[in-house]
């Protein structure tokens, strides 16, 4: 089954302690962090994609530009959506959003490839062995 463009996936999760910039390290402020942001976008992206893919593939995250707009208090709950815009061979593109319950939090793009999981482990367990 080929991926369509606007194929969409949505994550969501809730604002807690320990994911806060303070608990990850990417600041000092109880507010929902960017890399935890950034994690629920790819996660909507990659949950996009099941449908579409054969027992023996996955997709990786390769590329991210976004920016993060405005800061979420613990206690709120914030959510990802990705929206397939471009399909080139095993290469997909994704306009991808975040929000809290107040509005939008970031935007931005994101691209990730299809892969088999067996050879793209066995790949990166070959630099064990350089």
Same mark, same amino acid.
């Given at each position: 089954?080929?991926?369509?463009?606007?194929?969409?996936?949505? =994550?969501?999760?809730?604002? /807690?302690?320990?994911?806060?910039?303070?608990?990850?390290?990417?600041?000092? !402020?109880?507010?929902?962090?960017?890399?935890?942001?950034?994690?629920?976008?790819?996660?909507?992206?990659?949950?996009?994609?099941?449908?579409?893919? =054969?027992?023996?593939?996955?997709?990786?995250?390769?590329? !991210?530009?976004?920016?993060?707009?405005?800061?979420?208090? &613990?206690?709120?709950?914030?959510? =990802?959506?990705?929206?397939?815009?471009?399909?080139?061979?095993?290469?997909?593109?994704?306009?991808?959003?975040?929000?809290?319950?107040?509005?939008? &939090?970031?935007?931005?793009?994101?691209?990730?490839?299809?892969?088999?999981?067996?050879?793209?482990?066995?790949?990166?367990?070959?630099? !064990? /062995?350089?």
């Amino acid at each position: 089954m080929s991926i369509s463009v606007g194929a969409v996936g949505t =994550a969501s999760t809730v604002v /807690t302690p320990e994911n806060t910039a303070a608990a990850v390290g990417s600041g000092s !402020l109880p507010v929902f962090a960017t890399p935890y942001m950034i994690a629920l976008m790819e996660n909507a992206a990659s949950t996009s994609l099941l449908p579409y893919l =054969a027992a023996d593939e996955g997709t990786v995250g390769t590329h !991210l530009d976004v920016a993060h707009t405005s800061a979420t208090p &613990i206690g709120m709950k914030v959510w =990802a959506d990705a929206v397939v815009t471009a399909v080139d061979g095993k290469k997909i593109t994704f306009e991808v959003s975040a929000f809290d319950e107040a509005g939008e &939090i970031g935007r931005g793009t994101h691209e990730r490839f299809i892969i088999r999981p067996e050879k793209f482990l066995a790949k990166a367990q070959g630099k !064990l /062995t350089r």
